[in-house]
């Protein structure tokens, strides 16, 4: 199984469209103990992603690492924010392609830095194409309407992509 390092943002779109499974069964799953931090240790009770990912990391199927290179960190913070760049890190210490992020500049950064980047909408991508969902619009419009950002373009554009405009 191809093993991914994933951001929050994923964690927390999955996680409101009630699937993260489908990430959890194409992928092992990495996080950064920051990613870790950011979703379930400083959110409020109730948030999108919470449980969900307490539950999967107890149960081992996402599993956290401590990045050793703080350093790049602590230089590169303010530029993105400190989970992505563990996430980039974390990638890098373990001789890992692919990353899971959705921010469109930090996937630039990862890229540029040689990694390849999956985001949420990828991963409905292959869903699709593998037969584990029927459609993605309607997954894509619960996210527009709890304000998860996606651009026009990209919304329309998976739509036509996957012949369901």
């Given at each position: 199984?191809?093993?991914?390092?994933?951001?929050?943002?994923?964690?927390?779109?999955?996680?409101?469209?009630k699937?993260?499974?489908?990430?959890?069964?194409?992928f092992?799953?990495?996080i950064?103990?920051?990613?870790?931090?950011?979703?379930?240790?400083?959110?409020?009770?109730?948030?999108?992603?919470?449980?969900e990912?307490?539950?999967?990391?107890?149960?081992?199927?996402?599993i956290?690492?401590?990045?050793e290179?703080?350093?790049?960190?602590?230089?590169?913070?303010?530029?993105?924010?400190?989970?992505?760049?563990?996430?980039?890190?974390?990638?890098?210490?373990?001789?890992n392609?692919?990353?899971?992020?959705?921010?469109?500049?930090?996937?630039?950064?990862?890229?540029?830095?040689?990694?390849?980047?999956?985001?949420?909408?990828?991963?409905?991508?292959?869903?699709?194409?593998?037969?584990?969902?029927?459609?993605?619009?309607?997954?894509?419009?619960?996210?527009?309407?709890?304000?998860?950002?996606?651009?026009?373009?990209?919304?329309?554009?998976?739509?036509?992509?996957?012949?369901?405009?």
């Amino acid at each position: 199984m191809i093993k991914v390092i994933s951001n929050s943002t994923p964690i927390i779109s999955l996680s409101i469209m009630k699937s993260l499974d489908l990430l959890l069964e194409s992928f092992e799953v990495i996080i950064p103990r920051e990613v870790y931090n950011e979703v379930v240790i400083y959110s409020n009770e109730g948030i999108s992603g919470k449980l969900e990912l307490e539950n999967a990391v107890k149960r081992g199927s996402i599993i956290i690492y401590d990045i050793e290179d703080t350093y790049f960190v602590d230089k590169t913070y303010g530029h993105f924010h400190r989970g992505e760049l563990e996430v980039i890190v974390a990638a890098k210490e373990l001789k890992n392609l692919f990353v899971l992020i959705d921010e469109r500049s930090c996937r630039r950064f990862a890229e540029d830095l040689m990694l390849k980047t999956i985001g949420t909408i990828g991963i409905l991508k292959m869903a699709k194409l593998n037969g584990e969902i029927k459609e993605v619009r309607p997954l894509l419009d619960k996210l527009i309407a709890r304000k998860i950002r996606i651009s026009e373009k990209l919304y329309l554009d998976t739509l036509k992509e996957l012949n369901e405009l």
